[in-house]
DNA sequence: TTCGTTGCAAACATTTTGCAGTTTC
DNA sequence: GAAACTGCAAAATGTTTGCAACGAA
């Protein structure tokens, strides 16, 4: 395996991952950053999140309209999306832990790495914008 | 909403997603209908794949590899994604039905469509290859 | 006849990649 | 100094779309 070097703006990748409950896509972290550093490029986020995905540091948890959707918390929990708005949260589904994985792991002789659970649907803005007749705004993610 | 009509290749592009296990790809599903019908285009599948799913006959379960991952079988039900040849597979998995639905909505104030239970991983035929040294092979999916 | 459906190819959007210059060690 | 990392732009990929021809009602 190749020796890692330090970069600063790898780290910076990763801290602005973690530091959102967005679940934001590439192009996000790419904005963010682009203001901090004038000379920086998408293709260095690309890069950078495909490293720490095979380093287990950050997970693609669903994907929105085509854009991957990016979450830096890696402990088990499951996620909601909205369809309307493309916002994605964090949501609290009981039974979908690690015992699981084992389990279909058992099952299926295969070695499971991780789940992913996700709910599809409507979120709670978005319902109460629907009722008022407002146009769909998605979310600036 | 607009009239429906009938369409010879429309239903074949919902017979062959049904009749298989494999969870294909939009291109798996042209290559086997070109096959039938040589003037058959892969924009027929994707435009017929968006109004199935519009329509809740067909699911989405997974980007492999950039590509979406089809499914005709709409009962609820989870997925094992193997990470190396890219197959697609039912699991069983307790605990994830309909019910957990209603419990996030009620939770979070959201309208629940679906959820979507994938788990991660490496299959048994994989795992021997492995073992066996056996190069990389994707399934021809 | 009307309008939904398709083939085809061009357009599109996201992601990946090659290369030359820069940074880390 | 060697090798990793980056910016930039071009390439690659999967998917969508416009339009004229075709097919269903």
Same mark, same amino acid.
């Given at each position: 395996m190749k020796r890692l070097n330090f970069s600063k703006k790898r780290d910076a990748v990763l801290k602005v991952l973690c530091s959102?409950?967005?679940?934001?896509?590439a192009e996000w972290i790419y904005a963010q950053l682009k203001q901090e550093y004038?000379?920086?490029? $998408?293709g260095t986020v690309y890069r950078n999140l495909a490293l720490f995905k095979k380093q287990g $540091?950050?997970?693609?948890v669903a994907n929105v309209n085509g854009q991957e959707r990016y979450d830096g918390v890696t402990a088990s929990h499951s996620h909601f999306v909205c369809k309307r708005c493309g916002s994605v949260f964090d949501v609290e589904a009981p039974g979908a832990d690690f015992e699981l994985d084992s389990r279909i792991a058992r099952r299926y002789g295969c070695e499971v790495e991780r789940h992913n659970l996700c709910f599809y649907g409507t979120c709670s803005r978005c319902r109460q914008e629907e009722e008022s007749g407002e146009q769909t705004k998605n979310v600036s993610v």
């Open positions: 959102t409950k967005t679940h934001p896509t004038p000379d920086f490029s $998408l $540091l950050v997970v693609a």
